[in-house]
């Protein structure tokens, strides 16, 4: 019982703490609590900023404007995550949809619904003589599908019981090089058969044996 007195539970009550210690961890936590208070005003700040240039963005676009569609919820048909762009296009406006959608010009190969808030939308910068980017070379096949060109096989290793293939990608760099099973290079027989070859070749001149062969 507290016989109508109200004690005073303050962290760092320098009235009732005379112990030098308490004190200074009561100051560093508030200084925390300053720090922690600050980086989330920041971040609300940065936030709206983004928020509103975005919107400011939906004011400009127009009918027949080219733009950049981000790829966060698109999935592609990219051998690997490593070769997907952050953004896709530009492709054309062809419509505004409500307040602030807009129906895109797609590819059919996308087969994605065409309209897309404008926080997904970036406005292709101005270029005087209205040149695109240089994309890279996927292959479309006749059923509309985009297909990844085998330029060379690199190498090879055993995973478990499965043997995967380092493939060099024609049109894309050694950063982008991937592992893969043999049965995502269906359209590469060629390039399996010549690594092949000449690794069996090597391995015969020390009697050895091409993993590659087993696969």
């Not at 048909?77 to 062809?94: A, D, F, Q, T």
């Not at 055993?158 to 894309?172: D, E, F, N, P, S």
Request: aromatic content about 8%.
């Amino acid at each position: 019982m507290c016989y109508g007195y109200n004690p005073d539970f303050t962290v760092g009550n320098t009235k009732e703490s005379h112990v030098p210690q308490a004190d200074d961890l009561a100051d560093f936590l508030k200084e925390i609590q300053a720090e922690a208070k600050a980086a989330l005003e920041i971040a609300a700040r940065q936030n709206a900023q983004y928020y509103d240039l975005n919107r400011r963005e939906a004011t400009k676009l127009e009918i027949g404007d080219k733009v950049y569609l981000s790829s966060a919820n698109i999935k592609t048909s990219r051998p690997s995550h490593k070769l997907e762009h952050k953004r896709l296009g530009p492709y054309k406006v062809l419509e505004k949809i409500g307040r602030n959608s807009y129906k895109l010009d797609l590819p059919k190969s996308m087969k994605v619904h065409p309209v897309f808030n404008i926080a997904l939308l970036h406005k292709k910068p101005v270029d005087e003589y209205d040149r695109d980017p240089v994309p890279l070379p996927p292959v479309v096949t006749a059923d509309g599908e985009e297909e990844y060109t085998v330029e060379r096989i690199l190498d090879s290793k055993k995973v478990g019981r499965q043997v995967k293939y380092l493939v060099k990608w024609k049109g894309y760099g050694p950063e982008d090089n991937t592992w893969e099973p043999k049965a995502h290079l269906a359209n590469a027989l060629k390039n399996w058969l010549s690594f092949t070859v000449n690794i069996q070749r090597q391995l015969d001149l020390n009697g050895g044996k091409c993993h590659a062969l087993e696969a």
